[in-house]
């Protein structure tokens, strides 16, 4: 596989850095990332996996765009109202870089075939807003052994995790936070400030394209918290937990 | 002994296992912690032994996206 003169020139400015350059551009075309959940964070994440010339992006998301998404999902526009988002995304993105290849799957992760799926492809970013999604995603990426990268924000908070199943020791999703109930807090009914998702949102692309790039140089077996009002960033070593009932090499 | 939960100085007058230090302090579940800037597995919560000047952080879990 080769850049064309087309690709050399859009990813100029990646072919310059030492750190991605022309074998790391090539590592990202040939690469396969799933994003599930096309809201606040999958937009921006989208957005940049895109423009960066990673060669195959699968849409998750059921939903269609209302009103109330506009404030934050900075892919849609107003004449988007009502349509698939999935759809609408891909769309977007096919115009930002015809070269690179965009499958939509307008279902919940739960009924999308979701392990078949992510057995070909390189990196899952989780960008949804519930409790049991993350579950779900997170045991079937841990099963077929595909690196996680976990974002979340609500009001003024962000978080993210990158999880690299193909390392036993590697922790999980679960090992973190093992008893979430649905009853928690999500962006409709608590809030959030829109460029925190952009933040976040961010990171995730950023930590699939080194992941993709050079697995040493991500952000594995951290939890990154994001503090919007206070402008701090905190960093926290996790472990796996050995009673983790997904993980847990003592269940 | 002296220690810290989310940056507020506490004194604890015996040691304490973490699950009720930060229980006392206020934390509802659920939530993740972390001493010293390294995670605590739940499972080690209760039998977690505390030293002097040890540093808490109470994690809330953010689901929102």
């Given at each position: 596989?080769?850049?064309?003169?087309?690709?050399?020139?859009r990813?100029?400015r990646?072919?310059?850095?030492?750190?991605?350059?022309?074998?790391?551009?090539?590592?990202?075309?040939?690469?396969?990332?799933?994003?599930?959940?096309?809201?606040?964070?999958?937009?921006?994440?989208?957005?940049?996996?895109?423009?960066?010339?990673?060669?195959?992006?699968?849409?998750?998301?059921?939903?269609?765009?209302?009103?109330?998404?506009?404030?934050?999902?900075?892919?849609?526009?107003?004449?988007?109202?009502?349509?698939?988002?999935?759809?609408?995304a891909?769309?977007?993105?096919?115009?930002l870089?015809?070269?690179?290849?965009?499958?939509?799957?307008?279902?919940?992760?739960?009924?999308?075939?979701?392990?078949?799926?992510i057995?070909?492809?390189?990196?899952?970013?989780?960008?949804?807003?519930?409790?049991?999604?993350?579950?779900?995603?997170?045991?079937?990426?841990?099963?077929?052994?595909?690196?996680?990268?976990?974002?979340?924000?609500?009001?003024?908070?962000?978080?993210?995790?990158?999880?690299n199943?193909?390392?036993?020791?590697?922790?999980?999703?679960?090992?973190?936070?093992?008893d979430?109930?649905e009853?928690?807090?999500?962006?409709?009914?608590?809030?959030?400030?829109?460029?925190?998702?952009?933040?976040?949102?961010?990171?995730?692309?950023?930590?699939?394209?080194?992941?993709?790039?050079?697995?040493?140089?991500s952000?594995?077996?951290?939890?990154?918290?994001?503090?919007?009002?206070?402008?701090?960033?905190?960093?926290?070593?996790?472990?796996?937990?050995?009673?983790?009932?997904?993980c847990g090499?003592?269940? | 002994?002296?220690?810290?939960?989310?940056?507020?100085?506490?004194?604890?007058t015996?040691?304490?296992?973490?699950?009720?230090?930060?229980e006392?302090?206020?934390?509802?579940?659920?939530?993740?912690?972390?001493?010293?800037?390294?995670?605590?597995?739940?499972?080690q919560?209760?039998?977690?032994?505390?030293?002097?000047?040890?540093?808490?952080?109470?994690?809330?879990?953010?689901?929102?996206?």
């Amino acid at each position: 596989m080769q850049l064309s003169s087309q690709e050399q020139l859009r990813y100029s400015r990646h072919l310059l850095l030492d750190k991605i350059g022309e074998a790391g551009q090539l590592k990202l075309k040939k690469s396969h990332v799933v994003i599930v959940g096309c809201g606040g964070l999958g937009c921006p994440a989208a957005l940049y996996l895109a423009a960066s010339g990673v060669g195959e992006l699968t849409l998750i998301d059921a939903d269609n765009i209302e009103l109330s998404n506009l404030q934050r999902q900075i892919l849609y526009k107003t004449n988007h109202l009502k349509r698939s988002k999935v759809q609408t995304a891909a769309n977007q993105l096919q115009a930002l870089n015809p070269e690179i290849k965009l499958n939509t799957i307008e279902n919940t992760v739960e009924n999308a075939d979701f392990s078949a799926l992510i057995n070909t492809a390189d990196i899952v970013l989780d960008c949804t807003d519930n409790a049991a999604s993350r579950y779900f995603i997170n045991r079937a990426c841990w099963q077929q052994q595909v690196a996680l990268v976990s974002g979340a924000a609500i009001r003024g908070e962000g978080q993210l995790m990158v999880f690299n199943f193909s390392e036993q020791s590697s922790p999980c999703y679960q090992c973190v936070y093992p008893d979430l109930s649905e009853e928690n807090l999500n962006c409709s009914n608590a809030g959030v400030v829109s460029p925190v998702l952009g933040i976040i949102g961010s990171m995730q692309a950023l930590e699939a394209i080194k992941l993709l790039v050079d697995k040493k140089s991500s952000q594995q077996n951290k939890l990154l918290c994001f503090d919007a009002w206070q402008m701090s960033f905190h960093q926290f070593n996790l472990i796996a937990d050995e009673h983790c009932k997904i993980c847990g090499k003592n269940e | 002994m002296k220690i810290t939960v989310n940056g507020q100085a506490i004194e604890l007058t015996q040691a304490q296992p973490l699950l009720k230090v930060v229980e006392d302090f206020g934390a509802l579940a659920p939530f993740a912690l972390a001493v010293n800037g390294q995670f605590v597995p739940k499972s080690q919560h209760q039998a977690f032994v505390l030293n002097e000047g040890d540093m808490i952080d109470i994690l809330s879990p953010v689901q929102g996206g």
